[in-house]
C-alpha cells in the first residue's frame, strides 16, 4: 500500500465550478501536508502548506486536514482554466525532510 | 526568488551509456533531492543530501549514484542507463529551517 493516496483523474470541471481534491496517507508520523501544481513538462510548484488539523486558506485555495481519519483535501473556488493541471499532495514527517509524494489528480477546468 | 535549475531539459541516450544530470540551486539550501517521475507512480525520491559530500539512499536508489562537491550542486549519475530509466528527473531543493521543496524545470530523459 502507498503512503499517500490519490485518484489519477482527469478531473473535468466546468470554468467558475469548485475543484474537490483529496488525499488519504497511512503513516500516522507525518505532521506537514503539501499541495503541488505540476503544468505539463514543468517541475511542482508548492500551492499550499499546512500543519495540524484544520483549515488553511489562500486567495482562491483552501487546503484541510483531518488526522483522525488521515485525509487531505484541497478546494479550489471559481476555477479558471489556468488550474488546469496535475495537482499532487505530499506528506513530511516532522524529524525528517522527506517529502512522500501521492501520484497526483489531473484536473481539467474547461471554459 | 529561489531558483533551481537542471542541466537540459530533455535528453536522449542509447542503452549502457554514462549520463550525467546536473542540479544547481542559488538559495544556499543544504538540502537537495533527486526525484523520477512516472504516470501512475507518481514521484519517487532516489537520493538526497543533507551537505557536501553528504548522501542518502531514498526510496528507488538503484541503477543510480550521486554527487555533491559543492553545496549548490547535485549531480545524479546513471552509471549504465538502461531503458526502465526512461522518465522525468526532478531535482529539489530545500533550506534546513523549513520543510518546503522547492522543485527545478525537469530533464525528460529517454535511453534508447
Known amino acids: 500500500q502507498k503512503e499517500v493516496e490519490q485518484d489519477p483523474g482527469p478531473l473535468s470541471v466546468p470554468e467558475g465550478a469548485i475543484v474537490s481534491l483529496n488525499c488519504t496517507y497511512s503513516?500516522?508520523?507525518?505532521?506537514?501536508f503539501m499541495w503541488y501544481r505540476q503544468y505539463s513538462r514543468k517541475g511542482p510548484e508548492l500551492l499550499m502548506y499546512?500543519?495540524?488539523?484544520g483549515n488553511k486558506e489562500d486567495g482562491r485555495f483552501t487546503a484541510q486536514v483531518d488526522k483522525s481519519s488521515k485525509y487531505i483535501s484541497l478546494f479550489i473556488r471559481d476555477s479558471q482554466p489556468s488550474d488546469s493541471a496535475t495537482y499532487l499532495c505530499?506528506?513530511?514527517?516532522?524529524?525528517?525532510?522527506?517529502?512522500?509524494f501521492g501520484g497526483g489528480t489531473r484536473v481539467l477546468v474547461k471554459p | 526568488d529561489v531558483k533551481v535549475t537542471q542541466s537540459s531539459r530533455y535528453l536522449v541516450k542509447r542503452t549502457g551509456e554514462k549520463v550525467f544530470l546536473e542540479c544547481v540551486q542559488d538559495?544556499?539550501?543544504?538540502?537537495m533531492f533527486w526525484y523520477r517521475q512516472d504516470p501512475g507512480l507518481g514521484l519517487r525520491l532516489i537520493y538526497f543530501?543533507?551537505?557536501?559530500?553528504?548522501?542518502e539512499k531514498g526510496d528507488i536508489p538503484e541503477g543510480y549514484s550521486v554527487s555533491r562537491e559543492k553545496k549548490e550542486r547535485f549531480s545524479l549519475i546513471l552509471e549504465s542507463a538502461s531503458t526502465n530509466q526512461t522518465s522525468m528527473y526532478l531535482c529539489?531543493?530545500?533550506?534546513?529551517?523549513?520543510?518546503?521543496?522547492?522543485f527545478g524545470p525537469g530533464t525528460r530523459l529517454t535511453v534508447l
Open positions: 499546512t500543519y495540524s488539523s
Open positions: 505530499a506528506g513530511i514527517k516532522a524529524a525528517g525532510n522527506k517529502l512522500t
Open positions: 543530501s543533507y551537505d557536501v559530500k553528504m548522501k
Open positions: 503513516n500516522s508520523a507525518f505532521q506537514y
Open positions: 529539489a531543493s530545500l533550506p534546513t529551517s523549513t520543510d518546503t521543496q522547492y
Open positions: 538559495m544556499d539550501h543544504e538540502n
